[in-house]
């Protein structure tokens, strides 16, 4: 083949996708434990925490795909922003947005963590992520599971999904919450849960656990403080 025969081939060459690196779920609580102005301060953080530049790189050169759930108690989950592929900066920002102008969906029902994590798993059906190397359900909330599906039986079944799962406790009502979420909640290779102080320390917190979740995990399985 000639020089210009194999530049013309190559030329015609289609290019692959960019390779989705995670499927990020972020499941966020709005039971009846959240205050409207705990809510607001939740949702802006997470809007805050997605559009700082060490997550918004990230998010970019993982070409993640990102889904925000809403969750309260039994059968009361819902997407409030469907999954995002961020292969770009504007499509980041556009992210930010979505999640910063979500409306609440529920305000008086009660804590089902472990339909949280059911519904989270089933998002990952979805053809549009089939191709992500790594399925990571981040969840945060205030309280104990109060209702529904033990958690222990959706982390059990995440866990024969090859699905991470990583928790962020808020502790401003239930002391001792963090490690309820890693004795019962989180699983998977790296999986870890931090803790929040209470609404006003949520957004450096969820920052952290978003640029340590969204790069690639390779320390150790002990449990992080």
Known sequence: MTLRALITALALTPVAAPAC???????????????RKEYDLQMQ???????H????????????????????????????VPWT???????????ATDVALAPRR????????GEAMLVAL???????VSDCKRQVIDISGDGLSNEGLDPTEARALALSRKVTINALAIENEQAGLVEYF???????PGAFALRAADYQEYQERIRQKLIREITKQIASLAPSH
């Open 21 to 35: 690196e995670l499927a990020l779920v972020l499941a966020v609580d709005v039971s009846g434990s959240v205050e």
């Open 45 to 51: 953080g997470l809007a805050a925490a997605l559009n």
């Open 53 to 80: 530049g060490s997550v918004s790189e990230a998010l970019v050169n993982a070409k993640a795909h990102v889904m925000v759930l809403q969750w309260t108690g039994a059968g009361r989950q819902v997407i409030s």
């Open 85 to 95: 592929h961020v292969t770009d900066f504007d499509r980041a920002d556009a992210l």
């Open 106 to 113: 529920w305000r008086n029902f009660s804590t089902a963590v």
């Open 122 to 128: 089933a998002a990952f059906d979805d053809p549009a």
């Open 182 to 188: 890693r004795t019962h909640v989180i699983t998977g």
